[in-house]
């Protein structure tokens, strides 16, 4: 998937990931109120998941603009250059992040609690389809610089950076 240039796709398995992902998301909140399904919905916790969800939608939002508009990860693609600056700096893939977290906080905001081990199976998904692509490509292009990232940075989840 690399190009004639020695850097990588502009896209990458981003594609594959949010189609699969948010399509799930979708049928998910379609499926939230079918007889079978409706015990999931608890309405003692209908209000502190929308809540939480809200927030959850805010914060994706804020990492997907930091990822792509703010630190520009296109031009760090197109001029074959690692980026590990900006959002890059709190997690390896917040662009992936920001997609898994937006649809977890539109499955808290469906309230059906059944649907909320989707946001794992997606967090499984990423973390796989990551390690067979990107990351083999990254390290093959960046060696012990990616490997070094690696370790300080998580691959999904955003958070500080160790030191």
């Known amino acids: 998937m690399k190009n004639r240039k020695g850097h990588l796709p502009i896209y990458g398995p981003g594609p594959v990931f949010g189609t699969v992902v948010i399509a799930l998301t979708v049928a998910a909140m379609l499926c939230r109120n079918l007889p079978p399904l409706r015990f999931g919905n608890i309405v003692i916790l209908r209000i502190p998941l929308i809540i939480v969800g809200i927030l959850l939608i805010l914060f994706a939002i804020f990492l997907w603009v930091y990822a792509v508009i703010i630190t520009k990860i296109d ?43 989707l946001p794992f199976l997606y967090w499984a998904f990423l973390t796989i389809l990551l390690k067979q692509t990107e990351e083999k490509w990254l390290r093959k292009l960046y060696g012990e610089a990616y490997t070094e990232y690696c370790n300080k940075v998580n691959r999904c989840i955003p958070w500080f950076p160790k030191r």
């Open 75 to 117: 031009d760090g693609i197109l001029h074959n250059h690692l980026v590990t600056t900006g959002a890059y700096a709190l997690v390896r893939n917040p662009i992936y992040s920001a997609i898994l977290i937006l649809c977890t906080g539109v499955l808290m905001i469906g309230g059906n609690v059944l649907f909320l081990i």
